[in-house]
């Protein structure tokens, strides 16, 4: 595929991210493939990358009920930049001795280009777990208007795929897949050794995935987090992309007290590339510490 397809077709992408979400602006300036691969117990994950969103600090998205100037207080603090908000786009890959499971799809981003740098084929991919149906998590699905993991069964909560189908934004992806997709209640094991959890408020479907092997564990918390910065320092502080705003934000509370008060490693799709490592608890306020080294 040439660089200018792959291009347009980011826009395109944008366009619907941004038409769906409300932004005003949305930049993806990077879209280099990368891939970043560690060892959980006996199975092997790998990090992919997709896109760079690079939002305007214009009190649409963080900080509802805020001015901008305490997000840029927050974001100042943390030594980033206070105009604009970055966030990376992620999407995790699970292999076993008899699956290859990934587990959301990006936007349609440089997905393939990391998937293929860590050394898999799409066709290869036999389980794709999404967490919910925004267009950062399932656009990838389709590559030029066919399913982008030809073999691969797409599981989602039957709530959420019921929203998908709802959402008429989406009808083009939703037609192509849908023969694919198989529904579950949220807290059954999906995959061997994956089990999905609701975290509610995101999206009406919204799951996070925990993966374990051995003594090992690793939880993919989907959309209850999105800047590694504002939804630690403030985590009561509404976010656009929430449906549901007051559900959201006691969830995020909830579940971030539970992962620091556990210690549990975590997979979080939007904070900084590979998005790998561990939550603690600072009064009322979180911090995050990367950590994606096998261990
Ligand atoms: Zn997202």
Redesign the pocket.
């Known amino acids: 595929m040439t660089k200018g397809k792959i291009s347009a077709k980011l826009l395109a992408a944008t366009i619907l991210m941004v038409a769906y979400q409300g932004l005003a602006v949305a930049q993806m300036p990077q879209q280099q493939p990368d891939a970043k691969a560690f060892k959980l117990g006996n199975l092997d994950i790998v990090a992919l990358h997709d896109a760079q969103f690079v939002l305007p600090n214009d009190g649409k998205v963080f900080g509802l009920d805020h001015r901008p100037a305490e997000v840029a207080d927050l974001l100042k603090a943390a030594g980033a930049p206070t105009d604009t908000i970055t ?1 990376s ?1 992620d999407a995790l890959l699970v292999k076993s001795d008899r699956h290859l499971v990934l587990i ?1 799809t990006g936007v349609g981003g440089a997905l393939q280009g990391s998937l293929a740098k860590a050394g898999y084929r799409a066709d290869a991919v036999d389980e794709i777990l999404i ?2 149906s ?1 267009p ?2 399932v656009g990838g699905l389709v590559l030029d208007g066919k399913l982008a993991f030809p073999n691969a069964t797409i599981r989602m909560s039957e709530a959420e795929w019921s929203f998908a189908k709802a959402n008429e934004k989406l009808t083009p992806i939703v037609k192509v897949i849908e023969d694919r997709v198989k529904t579950f209640k949220p807290g059954g094991e999906v995959a061997p050794g994956i089990t999905s959890v609701a975290l509610s408020g995101h999206t009406p479907g919204h799951v996070g995935y925990q993966i374990v092997s051995g003594k090992e564990r690793l939880f993919d918390i ?2 209850t987090v ?1 800047s590694s910065i504002i939804s630690l320092a403030e985590p009561d502080w509404g976010v656009s ?1 929430d449906a549901d705003k007051p559900e959201a934000e006691q969830n995020r509370v909830k579940t971030l007290s539970t992962l620091a008060k556990n210690k549990e490693r975590i997979f979080a ?2 904070f900084p590339f590979p998005g790998v490592g561990y939550i603690s608890a600072e009064g009322d306020h979180f911090s995050w510490t990367a950590n994606d080294k096998a261990e």
């Open positions: 966030l786009v959301d967490t919910h925004h950062d998590h989907g959309d999105h992309f799709p939007h």
